[in-house]
């Protein structure tokens, strides 16, 4: 009988071993992650438009992909603060600065060659990130996004398969930077 019982307790002594080291491991390899990545997400817009733009109000942000999703929708989508610039600021990621630790990462990257709104239409192989990633936003937001894409008055940048997709609304004061990708 005596053997039973000490059986038992070892076999439990075990098993409290192994989920103890389970939930430790799930933790480091998962929970921490996405943890980090909660926290960052919603100052990332702050970050983004620091040194470009004064940012009034963060309107929505997330510097990473859902955790397990190869491709999904990355934001910085901001109201845009005063001194409002008058014309639209780029960050490009070829002015290396003096000190090589200071390397701006390439999702920093901001604008570049604008043009001014109207939109162009998206052509039939073309990526409509905003399409995408809408489903994150709050209707209104979609809207204001869409508006300022479709009216006068601002500027916007596209990658060749409009993959990044970056806006520039005075009007509106907004501006944003909508990727879907990897």
């Not at 709050?138 to 398969?161: C, F, H, K, N």
Request: glycine fraction near 8%; proline fraction near 9%.
């Amino acid at each position: 009988m005596r053997i039973g019982i000490d059986l038992i307790k070892g076999m439990a002594n075990v098993a409290l071993t192994l989920a103890f080291f389970y939930g430790c491991g799930w933790w480091l390899f998962v929970g921490w992650p996405v943890q980090t990545r909660r926290v960052e997400d919603p100052i990332f817009a702050t970050h983004f438009f620091e040194g470009l733009l004064p940012v009034a109000e963060v309107l929505q942000s997330r510097r990473y992909n859902p955790r397990g999703e190869t491709w999904g929708c990355t934001y910085a989508i901001v109201r845009i603060g005063d001194p409002m610039p008058l014309h639209p600021p780029s960050r490009d990621l070829r002015e290396r600065p003096v000190d090589p630790k200071d390397l701006i990462p390439w999702d920093f990257h901001f604008g570049g060659d604008w043009r001014e709104t109207p939109a162009a239409a998206l052509g039939p192989n073309i990526k409509d990130s905003i399409g995408f990633c809408q489903i994150d936003w709050p209707e209104t937001l979609v809207q204001e996004i869409r508006d300022a894409l479709a009216t006068p008055g601002g500027w916007y940048v596209r990658d060749v398969s409009s993959e990044t997709v970056y806006l520039y609304a005075p009007k509106q004061r907004l501006a944003a930077r909508v990727r879907f990708g990897d």
